[in-house]
T-cell receptor
Framework: IAGITQAPTSQILAAGRRMTLRCTQDMRHNAMYWYRQDLGLGLRLIHYSNTAGTTGKGEVPDGYSVSRANTDDFPLTLASAVPSQTSVYFC????????????FGPGTRLTVL | GQSLEQPSEVTAVEGAIVQINCTYQTSGFYGLSWYQQHDGGAPTFLSY????GLEETGRFSSFLSRSDSYGYLLLQELQMKDSASYFC???????????FGTGTKLQVIP
């Protein structure tokens, strides 16, 4: 693989179900991010990780959790999905010290019914 | 607090020049990034201005005035493929200090 991959590409989920969005990068970037993008609201940061073993909360973290067991993987989990979590989710990564230039995955389109 | 303003939509003719403005207010400002996103696609990095002035990359140029908290993206010789959304993203240092606004949707017409 090259760059960042996300899975699944799209998903329809019943409210109340648990869901994990996967993100893997092969660029050995220390920093990784999860954003959600909603029409009219732009990109909003959910969680981030500066390096393996550390995570932090972004602008809209409620209802989401992340883990960073290694450099390459940064999964996002919705413990109990709600319709307001219907969105397009993007994973991104950046080099150490260059958070201004982020590389984005193709996105996951999630619909919660 | 933080704020970010860009026009929501801009329409321009193929072959013309268009300028997309961005005003921002953020603490600990380092520089201004620009990203492009085509419909259904992922954002891709275009440019970054750490210093005042104009940075040119092919048909695209980006300008920053730190004293005015203002920047713009200039697209020359517009092509139909330039139809996309463009986001200015102030960078405040560290890994998590990038703010994306709602972006400007550029439509290039024949």
């Amino acid at each position: 693989i090259a760059g960042i991959t996300q899975a699944p590409t799209s998903q329809i989920l019943a409210a109340g179900r648990r869901m994990t969005l996967r993100c893997t990068q092969d660029m050995r970037h220390n920093a990784m991010y999860w954003y959600r993008q909603d029409l009219g609201l732009g990109l909003r940061l959910i969680h981030y990780s500066n390096t393996a073993g550390t995570t932090g909360k972004g602008e809209v973290p409620d209802g989401y959790s992340v883990s960073r067991a290694n450099t390459d993987d940064f999964p996002l989990t919705l413990a109990s999905a709600v319709p307001s979590q219907t969105s397009v989710y993007f994973c991104a990564s950046s080099d150490p010290g260059t958070g201004n230039e982020q590389f984005f995955g193709p996105g996951t389109r999630l619909t919660v019914l | 607090g933080q704020s970010l303003e860009q026009p929501s939509e801009v329409t321009a003719v193929e072959g013309a020049i268009v300028q997309i403005n961005c005003t921002y207010q953020t603490s600990g400002f380092y520089g201004l990034s620009w990203y492009q996103q085509h419909d259904g696609g992922a954002p891709t990095f275009l440019s970054y201005n750490a210093l005042d002035g104009l940075e040119e990359t092919g048909r695209f140029s980006s300008f920053l005035s730190r004293s005015d908290s203002y920047g713009y993206l200039l697209l020359q010789e517009l092509q139909m493929k330039d139809s996309a959304s463009y986001f200015c993203a102030p960078y405040s240092g560290g890994y998590q200090k990038v703010t994306f606004g709602t972006g400007t949707k550029l439509q290039v017409i024949p």
